[in-house]
């Protein structure tokens, strides 16, 4: 199941990651949630899967997107990919795998986290369900849920604008042990703008919500163990924008070398040493 709006060069990568599984799926739903047109994305995926285009003149919201596009599949298994993120090929077959092996009916795979100008992340976090109840760990791209298991908790909650993934995964763990494989199968892109870059006030208030509802199941252990990994999450930011800092200060003093040498009129030279330097090197690497 797909969700979209007015990204249809994302949307054409989506459609064309899912054509590409090794373990090709019955179908392909296509949720277009109030924006321009996209069948020119979805007949060239047509192709190779079927595709039902589920249209929505204005937008619902994402969680009424979610269970629209559930509520037109017809398979015993539903996965979810937002128009922004891509499946690894393997990924259905793995996380059907992972479901097959433990008798779950919920399954979920490692994930690759991509943010502009920042290095990949790998999200393969075990379940855990007292974890889950302070952090969302489970991407959507990497889920796969049971029709069956997805019904009995009632689908996406609506009257949530954002987190709407996160709180029905907390009603699915009431009932259910989530298979999970570490094998990354998927990848989380994160743009500006988008449900998973910085937070807007919705998100808080989307946030305070999930926790009065599921605040109960916490324990000091679940509290401790989520302030210890935010603290090391919090070293691990200010390692990286030290060694940024620094980068930056060597390119600074590097650019301030070259404007010098060129002031001096020696780079000419400098250029014409460094020619040498290289051939000399060659020569002793081949003996001559």
């Not at 997805?150 to 907390?170: I, K």
């Not at 210890?228 to 070293?235: G, P, S, V, Y």
């Not at 301030?256 to 690497?285: H, I, M, Q």
């Amino acid at each position: 199941m797909v969700r979209t709006k007015d990204r249809p060069a994302e949307l054409r990568e989506a459609l064309a990651s899912i054509v590409a599984q090794t373990h090709r799926p019955l179908e392909v739903v296509v949720v277009n949630d109030g924006g321009g047109p996209v069948d020119q994305a979805v007949h060239a995926a047509d192709r190779a899967v079927p595709v039902t285009l589920v249209r929505h003149p204005a937008s619902r919201g994402r969680a009424a997107a979610a269970n629209a596009g559930v509520s037109a599949a017809h398979g015993a298994w539903i996965a979810f990919l937002d128009d922004d993120d891509l499946y690894l090929p393997h990924h259905l077959g793995a996380v059907l795998e992972a479901a097959r092996l433990a008798g779950a009916q919920v399954a979920y795979a490692g994930c690759r986290l991509e943010r502009p100008d920042q290095p990949a992340e790998i999200l393969a976090f075990p379940f855990d369900r007292e974890a889950l109840r302070l952090a969302n760990f489970v991407p959507t791209c990497a889920v796969l849920i049971g029709r069956a298991a997805l019904a009995e908790a009632g689908g996406f909650d609506e009257s949530l604008n954002f987190l709407e993934d996160w709180e029905l995964w907390l009603r699915l763990a009431q009932r259910h042990d989530f298979a999970f494989t570490p094998e990354v199968t998927s990848v989380y892109r994160v743009r500006p703008g988008t449900v998973g870059g910085e937070m807007a006030p919705e998100r808080w208030q989307a946030m305070e919500q999930l926790f009065a509802r599921h605040w109960d199941g916490v324990t000091p252990r679940g509290l401790t163990a989520r302030l210890w990994r935010l603290e090391r999450d919090i070293a691990a930011w200010q390692r990286r924008a030290l060694a940024a800092e620094a980068e930056a200060e060597r390119q600074r003093l590097e650019n301030r070398f070259v404007r010098e040498l060129a002031d001096a009129g020696l780079l000419p030279f400098v250029y014409r040493l460094s020619r040498l330097v290289s051939w000399l090197r060659g020569r002793r690497g081949t003996g001559a």
